[in-house]
């Protein structure tokens, strides 16, 4: 039986409901909501009134703690879209809730600017890193993207025109749906719109200038893409191991011996669910992964700055594991191998003869596959042309039953 009521309401208030939700809200003992949902929802509401608790966790229990009660939820828009009806719904079964949808920010951006919706990027960046924004960066692609605050559009601007894209049209569409919206475009490198309400959406119409840093779709993004001082899997090596470790959605990977994060980084750009974890033993190059995941647009990877197999302690249990650098100690494969979930893919790069010989053990051991890897790449030689091959790679894959 449903006890919550979770209303979507616009910035046109209760004239933007339909009866059932205006009704939901009426009947409810509580209701919870923003201040504005509280002010745009009161001549409906006759229960108790709640203000979202900080952090935002202690109002989800708030709400789980009445149970049994009637209960409303006002909620901005749609809210199963970047909503708190999403987050709702990990707490408590559909079944036990009825959700009265309102058009989302979304919708009403696409419905002003005359863009298909599902010919569109959607994106919230509303208490999240704009880095996200970078992997979507090629011209001709179409964002609506979520802010945090009227601080927010000028931010977009600035990451545009640092990256290259500075052309971009950036549309700032502003207290959508209600009596002071406003809609205003510029462009990026030039912007300068001011007085924006806290409330609002960008829509990017994306364009490169030559030099805008415009990350490929496939695996194996060249290697000057990264900052990296020399320890780094090379862009052909890593479009195969990328290849192997064969990525799934929702799954996490660990890159042990991270060098730059190039794996890790590769690993998170196939999808936006996959996670991924980096352990490197160097402070330095771990501060530089970090770096290279923010600008890469993956500001979520988790780096770790430790040698495993120590640092691979209580670290959440992997779907694939990469080992390219501090494989040479047994104890790393043995720990890596015991680590990972069934149907897991463990991928092992050895350029020495002494890591080399541990992956030809382990094959002879528990099977997997050997693959030898060799990469030529042409080079002055004098004043010709030759043949420079790269270090050799034997490479070892093994998925656990």
Known sequence: MSWLSIVGIGEDGLAGIGQAATDAI??????????????????????????WLSPFSASIEAVIAERGRKVCVLASGDPFN???????ARHIDASQMVVYPHPSSFSLAAARVGWPL?????????????????????????????????????????LLTEAGFGISIVTVLEALGGPSEKMRSHVAMAFDIKDIDPLNVCAISVVALPGARVLPLTPGLDDSLFEHDGQITKRDVRALTL???????????????????????EWMLADTNLRAIAIEADPERAARIGR???????????????????????LEPPHAIFVGGGGSD????????????????????????EMEAILL?????????????EVSRAGAI???TGWRPAMPITQWVWTRS
């Open 382 to 384: 004098g004043s010709m």
């Open 361 to 373: 053990a382990r094959h002879a051991e528990i099977g997997g596959n050997l693959t030898r890897i």
């Open 243 to 265: 290849s192997a470790l064969a990525p799934r959605r929702g799954e996490t990977l660990w890159d042990i011996g991270a060098g730059s994060g190039s794996i890790a980084i």
């Open 82 to 88: 970047f909503g708190v009806g999403a987050t709702l």
């Open 292 to 314: 290279n995941a923010n600008a890469f647009g993956v500001p979520d990877l988790k780096v770790i700055t430790g040698t495993a197999p120590d640092a691979l302690t209580g």
């Open 330 to 353: 047994p104890g790393v494969i043995d720990n890596a191998l015991a680590a990972l979930r069934p149907g897991g893919r463990l991928v092992a790069n050895a350029v020495t003869l």
């Open 118 to 158: 599902q010919d569109v990027l959607t994106l919230s960046l509303h208490g999240r890193p704009l880095d996200l924004l970078r992997p979507h960066l090629h011209t001709g692609t179409r964002i609506l993207a979520l802010t945090s605050d009227e601080k927010g559009p000028a931010a977009i601007a600035a």
């Open 26 to 51: 009426a009947n409810a003992e509580i209701v919870f909501g923003g201040a504005r949902h509280l002010e745009l929802a009161a001549a409906a509401i006759t229960g108790e009134q709640r203000l």
